[in-house]
């Protein structure tokens, strides 16, 4: 303030202009007048935000103001051919993002899904093998800290923890004489042992920890251990029950529960199957058309199969097997019961042909995920739970892009090239959104 009623009553001097003068001339002025140039200043700091700035051209360009950028040069130019600009970063990394959506949808394209082989001793055992024999097996059940030897495993539990041992032998295949004729008794190897663990989806963790202490206790010869998880058994292990393996929720006889039970069947052949409970609240569950069902009423003592109008006939045979198992364990009836007459709503796939294939899409990558159980005859090899981040659902007939965020632009160039590339059309992919939940469970 004192500084301009000092400007105001002094007549201004030419000379000071541009600076106070000092009184030493050691000392700094005490104010200075800036200049301050805007024009072309804006484009100079523009282009200063970039490492990767347009180059200088290589063409010679008429002399022009100062701060004016080459941009403004070509403009300025009245004749001649302007030059090529060469690519600068972001054209650069668009072209490269092309490129890497046309390998990575082709990739996706051409990557068939794994059946899944389990590999014991350096050896690969297929649940389709017929050289697999099956001497023995042993069920043990974790009770507290200690497996305790049970004589027979009909029914497993999602909130208990099992060991079976299997005792098996491989037989040699290929063997022949001296003359190429095959040998009549084929040599069958060693008995061999293996250990699988199946782990309830409610188990709880110190029972998980409880259950390797006592395996490793329970194994002092160190063969080999498998870990199956409810939901995650593997055609081999689901082969050792004959396909009439029962998971379910609690004991049928012990409990206090409600009098209704509804399982769900999965499975592919007749050896593959599996019953599983459904604990989620019944009065809301709606019925998948691709399966069977299986309900268990303790009041009436009755067992009912439904089956689904696109359930094949494996299915229902494998569903037929599992119920009469459960009505003999608890000496119930049974029965089957026309789809007209189950009280649950079912829900109509979109354009159903086969199970689908799934991929997991990250910020540049992408995988398929693989199921244990898959076969081409199996109808649900994934679970909703296995829905997470960004995934790209093809069931043939159609393309899905589920996600928990808001789907970005590389997925969707991703998801529209891999639709081009196995059906070479311009069909365009679905995508349900985030409330997608509901519309996934079409084809779950």
């Known amino acids: 303030m004192i500084l301009k009623e000092k400007e105001r009553k002094t007549p201004i001097n030419c000379s000071e ?4 003068i000092p009184e030493n001339e050691s000392e700094r002025p005490e104010w200075i007048l800036i200049r301050k140039f805007t024009e072309g200043l804006p484009d100079c700091l523009f282009r200063l935000k970039f490492i990767d700035s347009l180059p200088e051209a290589t063409a010679k360009t ?29 054209e650069t990394l668009l072209k490269d993002e092309d490129e890497l959506i046309e390998k990575l949808s082709e990739r996706l394209v051409n990557e068939e899904p794994h059946i899944n082989i389990l590999e014991l001793e350096e050896t690969e055992l297929k649940p389709e093998d017929e050289n697999i024999f099956t001497e023995g097996l042993l069920y043990y059940k974790l009770n507290g800290e200690i497996l305790e030897e049970m004589e027979e495993l009909q029914e497993f539990f999602d909130r208990e923890c099992y060991v079976i041992k299997w005792l098996y032998r491989v037989e040699r295949s290929g063997i022949r004489k001296l003359d190429g004729t095959p040998v009549p008794q084929k040599d069958t190897g060693r008995q061999r042992v293996a250990y699988f663990y199946w782990f309830g989806k409610l188990a709880s963790k110190k029972s998980r920890g409880s259950l390797a202490l006592a395996l490793r206790r329970l194994d002092k010869d160190r063969r080999e251990h498998v870990l199956m998880e409810q939901g995650c058994q593997g055609p081999l ?42 604990d989620n609240d019944l009065d809301d569950l709606q019925l998948r058309i691709q399966t069977s069902y299986i309900f268990v009423n303790s009041a009436t003592k009755s067992v009912s199969q439904w089956n689904g109008k696109l359930s094949t006939k494996q299915i229902i045979k494998g569903a037929n097997q599992i119920a009469e198992k459960i009505a003999d ?33 990250f910020d540049h990558e992408a995988e398929q995920l693989h199921s244990l ?37 590389f997925h969707l160039q991703v998801a529209s090239k891999y639709w081009k590339s196995k059906n070479r059309s311009n069909k365009p992919a679905t995508n349900p959104g985030r409330s997608s939940r509901t519309k996934a469970t079409k084809w779950m």
Not at 17 to 20: F, G, H, L, P
Not at 344 to 360: G, K, M
Not at 377 to 402: A, E, P, Y
């Open 237 to 278: 292990f689901l082969k050792l029950f004959n396909g009439k393996m029962i998971i379910s929720s609690s004991d049928l006889a012990s409990s206090s529960s409600a009098n209704n039970r509804v399982y769900i069947i999965h499975g592919s052949n007749d050896t593959n199957f599996y019953a599983e409970e459904i």
């Open 62 to 90: 008429p002399k022009t103001l100062k701060f004016t950028t080459e941009r403004f040069v070509y403009a300025q130019k009245k004749s001649g051919r302007i030059a090529p600009v060469p690519l600068c970063g972001v």
């Open 373 to 409: 159980q898959f076969a081409k005859t199996v109808n649900f090899t994934f679970r909703q739970n296995d829905l997470k981040d960004t995934m790209l659902i093809d069931q043939s007939s159609c393309l899905w892009i589920w996600t928990e965020v808001t789907v970005t632009t």
């Open 329 to 361: 364990l608890h000496n119930f009836s049974f029965s089957l019961t026309s789809s007209s007459l189950t009280n649950y709503s079912t829900i109509e796939s979109y354009d159903w042909r086969c199970a689908p294939r799934i991929f997991r899409l």
């Open 17 to 20: 202009i541009v600076a106070s």
